[in-house]
């Protein structure tokens, strides 16, 4: 019985697959699926569609399915070529983003498949506290919330704002900001565990360049963990890092078909 946490996946259905099968996913254990399954990536809705499949993974809303949930409110008007309102879609598919491989494959989809994904999208975690032996940790995709929950709160239940905070705020950007004063996260209790933004961004690569773990144990008074390993990149260095809590053992499948170059 194990708990494992992964994010990031970014449509890389095979390192996905392979990622389960290095950690030997049993039912007994449970899977943390920390956002950003979607995107840049060919399989971000295979990769949907298995997860939900799943009875013992749970996923967290990522910037990139929050940009899916904005823009698929205009998909009616895009079909129907009656482009008013369509920002959105726009920033979703432009390619900073990279919405194109997960907008075409769920457009192929019947409309009851659509609704299904649609529906548990909603149904996603953006904070969650999980106890693992003695140690509390607090999982979400970039930042925490300020609004108070016990055990976790879901999209549905938070504030579209407070949503769009903890998915899209880098705590290494945070860190150069005029914060000074203001608590960064609410509990000194917790370690905090996200990604969204790519260790090799902090330097945090292995020998070969290949994004690791980063662990700071002082990270402005706070204990925290980044598992961004680099699948956005989608090269040489895009790894698919995953951290199991109960001895914080770290796995790693690098990225093997799906490079850009
Ligand atoms: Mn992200």
Known sequence: MSTYVISD?????????????????????????????????PDGI?????????????LFMGNHELLMLDALKNEFEIQNKNRTDTDDIDIWLDPCNGGLSTY?????????????????????WVAKKVTVGKKKYYLAHAYCTKVKFDDGIK?????YNDTYK???????DFRYQDIVGEKLFPNKKYTYIHG??????LDCVDKYGRGLVYQNDDFLGYRIYNID???????KASQLG????????????????????
């Open 9 to 41: 996946i970014h449509g890389q259905y095979k390192s996905f697959v392979k990622m389960l099968d290095l950690i030997r996913f049993s039912k007994d254990d449970t899977l943390y699926v920390l956002g950003d399954v979607i995107d840049r990536g």
């Open 155 to 159: 999209f549905m239940d938070l504030p």
């Open 196 to 201: 969204h933004t790519f260790t090799q961004r």
């Open 104 to 124: 075409n494959a769920f457009k192929a989809l019947p409309a009851a498949k659509k609704q299904k994904i649609l529906e548990y999208l909603k149904d996603t």
């Open 229 to 235: 390993c680099g699948m956005a990149l989608r090269n």
């Open 242 to 261: 995953c951290l199991r809590l109960e001895d914080e053992r770290r796995f790693y499948v690098y990225l093997e078909d799906g490079l850009l170059e």
């Open 46 to 58: 295979k990769i949907l569609q298995h997860l939900m499949k799943m009875k013992n993974a749970e």
């Open 166 to 172: 903890v998915v899209w705020t880098s705590i290494y």
